[in-house]
């Protein structure tokens, strides 16, 4: 055997680990886009808030008492649920921005893994939905029933924080390099949970900020 | 340096067999399907092998049904992780010998 023929082996050895239990065909591209989709609607719900009654009425009324903002913002249970009218527009914005990033996603992941030799629909890539979908589900569905009951300020916190679970879990079957974008998530969460009334901003950050710097670390990192 | 030719395992002298093996050391089991797909080998070239490689007991069989589907899975056995850990050793023996001569 000849040096070039035992490195050779030694490569296929190296790529075949990998290939066969990560799904190494996210994109980085695809991450900057989504940070730029995230970007684009927090500017809409930034309008849409900006002009809410009850937004005005949290921030725009000095003469309201801290205790009476905090119960405004974070709602007092079910009798005292308050229904901004703003939410379901809010809803919108977002359930958009989750399905073009989603669809980016999958367009260019599909074109990595052609050229990856790697099957979209595989081993890995199903380990990898799996395992990010049991946090998001979970963290979606915890969320509907607490907007239901009017405590709409858990929605930045908690999106970022069971985002960010779902990221660290998912990362045992990709790039490793999600898990550091998933503690990030999570950190900018638990903050964003002490500081209420800066939603919007912690997911600009969180979804639009992060995303962005991450994706462009990735495609520099493997894309090229 | 025919010391070092001698430590090569004989059972992984294959291209498909060696790779098996370096998909089932990173995965706790895979199914036949998937290692089709991945190593992009015919059916009866990779039963082959897979046949070889239990021979020489390096890998295990799990058998079972998905449905009505027969669906095999398969998985390395601490003796055939050793054995893959001491080829690559020596491949690395081999690489670092030649490149001081």
């Known amino acids: 055997m000849k040096e070039d023929e035992i490195r050779d082996e030694l490569t296929s050895i190296r ?23 995230a970007l684009i609607g927090v500017t809409f719900a930034w309008k849409i808030v900006f002009n809410d009654p009850m937004y005005r009425a949290l921030y725009g009324n000095r003469v309201l008492s801290h205790e009476s ?3 405004l913002y974070y709602g007092s249970g079910p009798s005292g649920a308050l229904l901004s009218p703003s939410i379901a ?6 359930l958009l921005v989750l399905a073009a990033s989603l669809l980016t996603g999958i367009i260019l992941s599909i074109r990595k893994a052609k050229k990856n030799g790697q099957p979209v629909w595989g081993k890995t890539s199903k380990a990898l939905l799996f395992n990010m979908s049991v946090p998001l589900i ?9 907007i239901n009951r009017g405590y709409y300020g858990i929605i930045a916190p908690s999106s970022l924080i069971f985002y960010g679970l779902a990221l660290i879990s998912a990362s045992n079957f990709t790039f490793s390099d999600v898990r550091y974008l998933g503690i990030l998530e999570i950190l900018l969460g638990l903050i964003a949970a002490c ?17 962005i710097v991450y994706g462009s670390v990735m495609y520099f990192k493997y894309d090229r | 340096m025919k010391v070092q030719f ?3 395992d004989k059972a ?14 990173v995965n706790d089991r895979y199914d036949f399907n998937s290692l089709k797909e991945l190593l992009d ?16 007991e390096y890998i295990m069989v799990h058998k079972s049904f998905l449905g009505r589907k027969p669906n095999t899975n398969y998985e390395a056995t601490e003796k055939g992780k050793k054995a893959f850990k001491l080829h690559l050793d020596a491949l690395e023996q081999l690489i670092k010998q030649q490149k001081t001569n």
């Not at chain 1, 239990?21 to 886009?33: D, N, P, Q, R, V």
């Not at chain 1, 979970?138 to 607490?146: A, F, K, V």
């Not at chain 2, 080998?41 to 020489?56: C, F, P, Q």
């Open chain 1, 138 to 146: 979970t963290g979606g569905l915890l969320m509907l029933i607490l």
């Open chain 1, 195 to 211: 500081l209420p009334g800066y939603g919007l901003l912690f997911w600009a950050v969180g979804f639009g900020v992060l995303h």
């Open chain 2, 12 to 25: 992984f002298e294959n291209r498909v067999r060696l790779q098996i093996m370096s998909v089932l050391v």
């Open chain 1, 69 to 71: 903002k905090i119960a």
């Open chain 1, 15 to 37: 790529s075949l680990m990998e290939r066969s239990s990560k799904f190494i065909s996210l994109s980085g591209l695809s991450g900057i886009l989504a940070g730029v989709y």
């Open chain 2, 6 to 8: 001698e430590k090569l």
């Open chain 2, 41 to 56: 080998v015919t059916d009866g070239n990779l039963a082959s092998h897979l046949k070889g490689l239990e021979k020489e």
């Open chain 1, 89 to 94: 527009p809010l809803l919108l914005i977002a």
